[in-house]
């Protein structure tokens, strides 16, 4: 049985900072953020949005455009590792605001960057089981990453939401079953403690962490699949990776060349993985869903057709897990992912001022207690806690 990915959205944010003005601000070479970094813009969560926000909108429409009925889903996962609740799972939430029935699993997944494919592919393994009995698995990876004004880490945040639509009908991307390499090392490279809204990471460390990842996750794929020698990854049409920022992708590419023994590892980058790294450019770091991000963005950018070629992907999260898999781009895929309009609606945002996004980061640092108030004015919105329950609300409530 084929299985993958049948549908595919994206929420992110209304506004974003311009990283060339938050060099200035902080007295750092735009140089830096924009080639060093590789990210241009950083989207900035508003402060009645929240990863509950990002994922239900995500949900809400994944299932409109693929005419996906609620009752539809057997399984509902949110895998984020900035969770709004230290019990109440973000996806009970999305379920009250899409409407999925009871007749459905929800749960969170947790393991940083890598929680959203953890779900995605347990979520796999039982619709191949049989045990969806012919019903599908909405997987979303949903966060807001956030390291803190000056912070080394405060150009590579962002936010947002990927919601995966999986089934027996992978129009999108069908999934290898049973070739993904994996690489997991208890390690302290990045983490958020229960006391901290902010992430405390240990960044130099975090990076080569993540390449380490990369080398086993990889060699243990190219064992699984018995690669022959020489230029394994030329079989692929494309590689997206877990995109933090731009330049990690391209340390990361670097990497696994290397491990293929190019002598220039640099030399296939254009063609294998830049197109992935234009809508991260844009967004920023989303955790979870960044590598998702990444496929959406090779996906709406890679000019020559796509459709029955493989190409690999890299997840990774701090800590560590790291998966490298592998599918089969679906007919539909590229059309699908244009038929979305993300440049449109990246283009539509508003560009806040240094003073604004400050003043933003400096709200959210109280929003967890903030009384219902304010003036919703979006899909889905936070409006406040009431009773210690957060409080939103929906197009169904409105
Ligand atoms: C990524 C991170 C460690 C960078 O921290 P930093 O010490 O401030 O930045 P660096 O001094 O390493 O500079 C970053 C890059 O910009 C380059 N750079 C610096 N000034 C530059 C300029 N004026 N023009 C162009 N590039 C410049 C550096 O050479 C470096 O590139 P390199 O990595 O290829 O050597 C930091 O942003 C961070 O902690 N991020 C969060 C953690 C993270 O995302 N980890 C990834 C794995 S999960």
Known sequence: MEVGIEGLSIAFPEVYLDLAELAVA?????????DGIGTRRMAVALPEEDTVTFAARAAREVLERTGTAPDQIGLLAVGTETAVDHSKPVASFVQGLVGIGPRCRVFETKHAC?????????????????????????????????????????????????????????ELLAIEAGTAGIAAVDVHDFWRPLYSKDAMVDGHYSVQCYLDAVSGAYQHHKELVNAPPGLYSDHFAALAYHVP????????????????????P?????RLVAAGLMMPAEIGNIYTGSLYLALASLLENTKAPLAGRPIGLFSYGSGSCAEF??????????????????????????????????????????????????????????????????????????
Not at 142 to 168: C, F, H, K, M, N
Not at 256 to 264: K, M, N, T, W
Request: charged share 25%; net charge positive.
């Open 245 to 264: 920022y731009g330049k990690m992708a391209k340390k990361a590419h670097r990497q696994l060349r290397s491990l293929d023994g190019d002598v220039d």
């Open 114 to 170: 890598y929680g959203g494919t953890a779900a995605l592919q347990l979520s796999l393994d039982w619709i191949r089981s049989g045990n969806a009995r012919g019903k599908k698995a909405l997987v979303v990876c949903a966060d807001i990453a956030r390291y803190g004004i000056g912070t080394p880490g405060e150009p590579t945040q962002g936010a947002g939401a990927v919601a995966l639509l999986l089934s027996d009908r992978p």
């Open 26 to 34: 902080r007295g750092v070479a735009p140089g830096k953020y924009l």
């Open 325 to 398: 898999y592998t599918g089969v781009v679906g007919p539909k895929a590229q059309q699908w992912v244009r038929d979305l309009g993300l440049p449109a609606r990246l283009a539509a945002r508003r560009s806040l001022s240094i003073a604004e996004y400050e003043e933003i980061m400096r709200a959210r640092e109280d929003l967890d207690r903030r009384p219902v108030g304010g003036a919703p004015g979006r899909d889905f919105s936070f409006l406040g806690v009431d009773g210690h329950r957060r409080t939103y609300r929906g197009p169904a409530q409105a």
């Open 266 to 270: 640099d030399a296939s980058f254009e």
